[in-house]
């Protein structure tokens, strides 16, 4: 399952095995051996491969149909935004929102981050 999957992700992303390769770390036939099945990748590169892809690593398992990443509230909907430090904190829905927000796009930019220390 994983083998057809990362071959069509790559083809949908115009990708060559190669620069799958050097954006993994590893060698072409390493990456060559993924899109095979003759070789399954550990779970570190699982993880680099499904955020490439924008997917779960769930997906790329065959373990779900559905190819969209999991959303912060679908891996823990008891999170309330308004509870930080312990304190419940009274918000407006239009400044819950913009937290919301703001926190979505510190993770957006940690994530980028942590790919360029990857490249160096």
């Known amino acids: ?36 099945g003759s070789r399954n990748p550990d ?20 373990r779900t149909d559905d190819p969209s990443p999991p959303s912060k509230e679908k891996i ?12 419940k904190h009274e918000l407006t829905p239009e400044v819950a929102k913009r937290l919301k927000e703001d926190i979505e796009l510190f993770e957006k930019l940690k994530e980028q981050w942590k790919k360029e220390q990857e490249k160096k």
């Open 43 to 62: 779970y570190k590169t699982l993880e680099k491969i499904a955020d490439l892809f924008d997917t779960s690593i769930d997906y790329l398992l065959g």
């Open 76 to 87: 823990n909907p008891n999170i309330n935004i308004a509870y930080l430090d312990g304190v």
């Open 1 to 36: 399952m994983i083998s057809s999957r990362l071959t069509a992700f790559r083809n949908k992303l115009n990708k060559t095995q190669q620069d799958m390769a050097d954006y993994l770390g590893i060698t072409r036939p390493a990456y060559t051996a993924y899109e095979s």
